[in-house]
């Protein structure tokens, strides 16, 4: 079964700075890659996802990922924080065989100081 | 377009009480269904899925049951509430089917449901 690691729970950047948070996953093959973002209170909104062929995908608002299968990671980047991106983002991996359900992991909050 | 609506947004029920959430989508014919709760720190746990009319699979032990009376609508339910049950719950869809477009999933906005 998959699993999904976000190590980390809480974040804080400065605006302007870079950003990246981590996301581990388990699978046996490749997996489907997912972030989401989630506003307080709102629903979860796909940034970007990864699925094969080109290891970096860009995504809405500004983001990216790299998929590196030799770490099991798929991070997620943006060179310059603007204070609106302070939400929760959600890693998730889904199997490309079998029922498609995607597993998420335990989300980093991301805050923003100006 | 497909959108997906999901009621109440806020919901406070006394320990004890019945609960139904209810979720429908548009814009989309036999998608495959989806219920998560969201407790804080513990990330978006699945609940039940559903690949079609009547049709509900349970991924873990609850108090809560599924159903799905029709093609695009989906209702979480309880009969009686326990504390423990408070969380935020999210409806989803993907597309019915195998591969890349049947595993990305599109959520509804959430309830907040607090048990007191």
């Known amino acids: 079964a998959q699993s999904v690691t976000q190590p980390d729970i809480h974040i804080t950047v400065s605006e302007g700075a870079s950003l990246e948070l981590r996301c581990n996953y388990s699978y046996g093959a490749t997996p489907y890659l997912f972030w989401y973002v989630q506003s307080p209170g709102q629903g979860l909104q796909l940034l970007l996802k990864y699925f094969s062929g080109d290891t970096l995908v860009q995504g809405i608002k500004g983001f990216e990922a790299e998929f590196k299968r030799s770490q099991s990671s798929f991070n997620l980047r943006k060179p310059s924080v603007h204070w609106s991106d302070a939400a929760e983002y959600f890693c998730?991996?889904?199997?490309?065989?079998?029922?498609?359900?995607?597993?998420f992991g335990t989300g980093t909050r991301l805050l923003v100081s100006p | 377009s497909q959108t997906i609506h999901q009621w109440p947004a806020t919901l406070v029920q006394p320990v004890g009480s019945p609960l139904s959430l209810e979720c429908t989508v548009e814009?989309?014919?036999?998608?495959?269904l989806y219920w998560y709760r969201q407790a804080a720190g513990r990330g978006l746990q699945l609940l039940f899925y559903s690949v079609g009319i009547g049709q509900i699979s349970s991924e873990v032990p609850q108090n809560l049951s599924a159903s799905r009376p029709q093609d695009r609508q989906f209702i979480l339910s309880s009969k009686k509430l326990l504390l423990s049950d408070s969380g935020f719950y999210l409806c989803?869809?993907?597309?019915?089917?195998?591969?890349?477009?049947?595993?990305?999933?599109?959520f509804g906005q959430g309830t907040r449901l607090t048990v007191v």
């Open positions: 814009g989309t014919s036999n998608p495959n």
């Open positions: 989803a869809w993907s597309v019915r089917g195998s591969g890349v477009r049947a595993t990305e999933a599109f």
């Open positions: 998730a991996v889904g199997a490309p065989t079998g029922f498609q359900k995607l597993v």
